[in-house]
């Protein structure tokens, strides 16, 4: 079974916190926007790796690999925003 921990269409990136738990929204942003900026999954050690369960949501990096940090060098700052964003909002609750 597949578990959806995130859904990007077009310019929206929606995730789930219900399965991941909180420690994880920040590396399913990250994968979430990858998508909006045209990745898709990825078989190296990087955040865009599928990820099929819990286990190995945690386990995945939260960082993106050389070969999609490449495919997004100009937008990486936003990468970086993003991350930070909703780390901060973790932080205010
Ligand atoms: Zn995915
Ligand atoms: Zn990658």
Redesign the pocket.
């Known amino acids: 079974m597949n578990f959806v921990f995130g859904v990007a269409m077009q310019s929206r990136a929606i995730v789930s916190s219900f399965r991941t738990g909180e420690k994880l929204i920040p590396k399913e942003v990250v994968h979430g926007v990858g998508y909006i900026f045209g990745l898709s999954h990825?078989k190296?050690y990087?955040v865009?790796q599928f990820s099929n369960s819990v286990m190995e949501a945690i386990a995945k990096p939260d960082i993106?690999?050389e070969?999609?940090e490449k495919n997004l060098q100009c937008i990486k700052t936003f990468f970086n925003y993003a991350t930070i964003y909703v780390k901060c909002q973790m932080r205010l609750k």
């Open positions: 990825c190296n990087c865009m993106l690999c070969k999609c």
